[in-house]
Every structure is written in structure tokens, then in C-alpha cells.
């Protein structure tokens, strides 16, 4: 909360408010489509536009050619966001956006240079920079992007290993399987970059970036407390409560929410594996496959919950949870 604070104080000083770079405290000061900072600053790659007050690439982005997203356009600042890739509107891949990270290794086409675009795995097609085995590409430039697993297209930095790419800065993103673009942070194997802060994350398969912490592995992260977030496969960012290997999260309370492959949070109940929760009550809910949060009953496995009543709902594969039939 003190950072959100704090980044919505820099921007009120910035004095012009209503600029295309200003979405109300949640960019990044200085990074690609967010202001500029108070003396007119950017980072590295960027400069600041004096009439938007926001940072663009530095000499331009050959494949803005309006005001607003082109999805294919990973250098358009109108589409950049919080969560720095603004054409990544869903958990589905979609092909178009060259920074959706949910596609995983793929060929991905983005602007660029010939004399850039000419080494392993990169090709020219005479208009675009075409790269095989990377998951994603991200503004950047030549002189950060050079290192294994890292293209620069003349326009843009690919990365090769897949993962998460987020805000941060060079000192930070320095450490084994993290990636410095010149702009952005690319962390391998991450699958959820979220909030908190660099003394909470500094665990295993915990990487801070230099403004978000990233988690490697399937995790899902949600509302909780340092005190409860401290359990196997539980990782406190300072912000939120990341659990690995769940499928579901849902309300509950600290007492219910304690058996085998339940995770209190401090806030949320988080089941291990597929599992589908609804009403129910605590003592319907308390067979193999079944987890009482404290105010639902999630079912391992399940895969439709429909209206039924116990007696009937009592055979192999079935679960009654007080309100409905799980299969």
C-alpha cells in the first residue's frame, strides 16, 4: 500500500495528469507508456514525450501508426499497462500479442532490422524479425539484450526460455534465470508476477525484479498475511500469499482450513489440485475428495456440481455437499 502511495504522490507532481501515459498510479514511473519522472527522466531505451508526458522508445516505434493498441505492436505505448503487456487480456494464448507469455515456445514475428535480425534462430523476411524458440518479445535494447537466450530484432528483445515478463530495473533483474531486456524483466520458469517487496521475496523459486516478485512454477496468488503464508508450497511476495499447485481459492476460516491440501492464506482457503467448491455444510462436506473451508465445500476432481438430494447423490464418484451434487 506505502508503494501505491507513494507512486501516486511522484505522479501528482508530475503536474500533467491528463497526459495518455497516466492510468492512475498503476504504471510504472519511467517505463515504456507510463510517465516520466518529475525531471523528465525514462529509463534506459526510452525517452520522455514532452507533449504526453509519457515514455516512448527512443526514435520512435515504426509500427505505432495511430493512437491506439495495435496488439502486433510490442513498442506501442498506448498499449502498455500494469502488467506490461496490455494485448494479454486472458489465461488463453493469443497468437497476435508477440509479449503473451501463455503461448509458450513459438515463432514470433515482431519489427526490427536486418542487421540486427541475422543470427541462430532469427530471420529476415525483408519487413519483420522473425524468431523460433522464444515465448515472447518485449521492448528493450541491443546492448541488455545480448546475453544466452536473449534476440535483439533490431526493435524488440525475445526471450527464449519461458516465463514471466514484468516492470523491474538492471540491478534487481541480475540473477540466475532473470533476464534484462533494458526495459522490462523476463523471469524463466515464472508463471505469476504480483506485488511485494525485495526482503519478503527472497525465497526459493522467489525472484524480485526490482518492483514485482515473481514466482517459478504453477501458482496462484491471492489476498493473505506473512504469519498464515508460511507453509510448503506457500510464498509471502510482502503482498500477497502465492500457493503452489492449487486449483481452487475461495472464502473460509483458519480453523476449517487446515487438513491435508488445504493452505490458509491469512484470507483464502487454497485447495491442492483440481477442485470445484460450493455451498455446502460442514457435515456433509467431510468425506475422501471433500474440503470444508468454513463456507464452502470444495470437491477434488469434480467437474460439474448440480442441484440433487443426499440420498440420491450417494454412489461411486458422487459428493454431497449439504446444497449439491458433485460428480
Avoid at 492510468?23 to 507533449?51: F, H, Q, R, W
Avoid at 515456445?105 to 540486427?116: F, K, L, Q
Amino acid at each position: 500500500m506505502r508503494i501505491v502511495v507513494l507512486m501516486a504522490l511522484v505522479l501528482g507532481g508530475c503536474g500533467g495528469g491528463g497526459g495518455r501515459g497516466d492510468d492512475g498510479g498503476n504504471c510504472s514511473i519511467g517505463s515504456l507508456g507510463c510517465a516520466c519522472t518529475v525531471g523528465g527522466g525514462c529509463d534506459p531505451g526510452l525517452t520522455c514525450d514532452t507533449l504526453d508526458r509519457r515514455c516512448e522508445t527512443t526514435g520512435g516505434c515504426p509500427c505505432d501508426t495511430s493512437s491506439a493498441c495495435q496488439a502486433g505492436c510490442a513498442c506501442d505505448p498506448d498499449c502498455i499497462n500494469s502488467s506490461t503487456c496490455a494485448c494479454d487480456t486472458s489465461e488463453a494464448c493469443q497468437t497476435a500479442c508477440a509479449c503473451d507469455s501463455d503461448c509458450g515456445i513459438r515463432t514470433i514475428c515482431v519489427a526490427g532490422d536486418s542487421s540486427a535480425c541475422g543470427g541462430t534462430d532469427e530471420m529476415w523476411t525483408g519487413a519483420q524479425c522473425c524468431v523460433s524458440g522464444v515465448s515472447a518479445c518485449v521492448p528493450g535494447d541491443s546492448s541488455a539484450c545480448a546475453g544466452t537466450g536473449e534476440h535483439w530484432t533490431g526493435e524488440f528483445c525475445c526471450i527464449s526460455d519461458g516465463g514471466q515478463c514484468t516492470t523491474g530495473d538492471s540491478s534487481a533483474c541480475a540473477g540466475i534465470d532473470e533476464h534484462w531486456t533494458g526495459i522490462q524483466c523476463c523471469v524463466t520458469g515464472a508463471s505469476a508476477c504480483v506485488a511485494g517487496d525485495s526482503s519478503a521475496c527472497a525465497g526459493i523459486d522467489e525472484h524480485w525484479t526490482g518492483t514485482r516478485c515473481c514466482i517459478i512454477g504453477a501458482v496462484t496468488c491471492v489476498a493473505g498475511d506473512s504469519s498464515a503464508c508460511a507453509g510448503t508450497d506457500e510464498h509471502w511476495t510482502g503482498a500477497q500469499c502465492c500457493v503452489s499447485g492449487v486449483g481452487a481459492c475461495t472464502t473460509g476460516d483458519s480453523s476449517a482450513c487446515a487438513g491435508t491440501g488445504e493452505h490458509w492464506t491469512g484470507n483464502s482457503c487454497c485447495i491442492t489440485g483440481p477442485a470445484m467448491c460450493v455451498a455446502g455444510d460442514s457435515s456433509a462436506c467431510a468425506g475422501t475428495d471433500e474440503h470444508w473451508t468454513g463456507t464452502q465445500c470444495c470437491v477434488s476432481n469434480a467437474t460439474q456440481c448440480v442441484a440433487g438430494d443426499s440420498s440420491s447423490c450417494s454412489g461411486v464418484g458422487e459428493h454431497w455437499t449439504g446444497s449439491l451434487c458433485c460428480t
